[in-house]
Nanobody
């Protein structure tokens, strides 16, 4: 069982930046981030296999968010720049011990078997 602990959420103004961190108690193949706004489904934002692999991003955050991973520390980060009010959501770290995640299915929630408790990000205009 892998436990995930997120940190770094908060309230910012539009255009500002935040960095989220997620520390895992063990290794997982993929680590990434999902978010869920009130009344909306949880959506995948970004995921990454290792610091040497290409990450996957949702179109809504490409060019603004960057996911990095430190495999030695079992930690994944999400640098969020140029934040917009529509980025307001609860952000969840997710990890998968299952092989087979690829560019077509990386944002499928059922492929991730470990989840953090979430950290709130609020962006005001």
């Amino acid at each position: 069982q892998v436990q995930l602990v997120e940190s770094g959420g908060g309230s910012v103004q539009a255009g500002e930046s935040l960095r989220l961190s997620c520390a895992a108690s063990g290794y997982s193949y993929y680590m990434g981030w999902f978010r869920q706004a009130p009344g909306m489904e949880r959506e995948g934002i970004a995921t990454r296999y290792s610091s040497f692999s290409s990450p996957y991003y949702a179109d809504s955050v490409k060019g603004r968010f960057t996911i990095t991973r430190d495999n030695a520390k079992n930690t994944v980060y999400l640098q969020m720049n140029s934040l917009k009010p529509e980025d307001t959501a609860m952000y969840y770290c997710a990890a998968s011990s299952r092989p087979g995640i690829n560019g077509l299915n990386w944002n499928h929630r059922h492929l991730y078997n470990y989840w953090g408790q979430g950290t709130q990000v609020t962006v005001s205009s």
